[in-house]
């Protein structure tokens, strides 16, 4: 409950919760005895006597969160509801296989503790994103399309070693997901997330909790049928994809084939920003083509946000424009009626932010705070 950062006083706890006041009285002394919560505006008690209010300190432990990706990892340092304090970036490849990439984030990590003056006995857990399926319950990538080496590959022992635990994985659009929700969204209950750059992936937060589905591959669009993906051929072996005609790279193809180069999608992005016609046209076509896909998800899960994340995202709301074009047009009004589409705000954070949340709603659950407070003060007696 002290988890929103409202400073109460214990009788406000005691009524709040309904439980005895020395019930309240003991968790209070224990949870400020562990750190977790302090008291709140010392500076307005005068006479000697106790601050009456208490409210949760996030600074009684730091966070590991890393993001990594196809060619480089965000390493972020944070506070214990999420807040960046400092962070690093690195050039890797993630097709060296998980041993070095691995070794490299640990080594940012480690750089960022000592940085920061933390000792490792502050690090609370460690969480970090991956670009492909991750089996959530074991944190073991599953057949990644472009990680070769990883396929069961056991990253949370491999950092656990180096760094200290918990050590919690997810793939990287569901942390993105949840992100977005913890830092910008958090009164919202069903949100979608849909990240649109190399390839295309959702994270779904359904009744306020990150949706993974049953064995964590929930929210994996880039590989349904495309309504006009035809037989264009995808990268997992399939055709018509929906990531095979509106990722960024099917963005450039089209381009391509119409005499129009650009290197890459941060250049892709730039054209639509400089309002060149044919590129703005061929990426809000893109656009369409996701919100015929999305259209469906709507009808499904009722989110009152969808949020557009990833490079594609930025190209002057081309892409925006199309999504909401084919989303209001298809879906049901009591579906659209409060549906919002918008642009990401955490850009590129939401991957570090929402691996640091997961590792914070795990150690800051009931279920484990009572037992590190239980381990607490069985060592005291
Ligand atoms: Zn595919």
Known sequence: MMLDGVPRTRAELVQLTGLARSTVGARVDALLSAG???????AASTGGRPPARLAFNPGAGVVVGADVGATHALVALTDLSGGVLSERKLAIDVADGPGPVLD?????ARALMDAEGRDRSELAGVGIGLPGPVEHSTGRPILPPIMPGWDTYDVPGHLQGQLGGPVLVDNDVNLMA??????????VEHLLYIKVATGIG??????????????GAAGDLGHVAA???GDAPCSCGNRGCLEAVASGP???????ASGIAAPDLLALVDLAKQGDLEVAATVREAGREIGRVLATCVSLLNPSVIVVGGVMSTAAEHLLAGIREIVYGRSLPL??????????????????????????????????????????????V
Request: hydrophobic share 50%; glycine share 16%.
């Open 36 to 42: 977790l919560l302090a008291p709140f505006g010392e």
């Open 178 to 187: 949840l992100g977005e929700h913890a830092t910008i969204y958090p009164a």
């Open 335 to 380: 579906a659209t009626g409060g549906l919002q589409i918008v642009a990401s705000r955490t850009g590129g954070h939401a991957g570090v932010i929402g691996a640091a949340t997961m590792v914070t709603q795990y150690v800051l659950s009931a279920d484990q705070v009572e037992g590190r407070l239980a381990v607490g003060s069985a060592t005291a």
């Open 227 to 229: 309504p006009n993906g």
């Open 250 to 256: 099917a963005v450039l193809r089209t381009l391509a």
């Open 104 to 108: 490299a984030v640990a080594a940012a």
């Open 202 to 215: 959702a994270g779904i937060v359904s009744g306020g909790r990150l949706h993974r589905g049953a064995q």
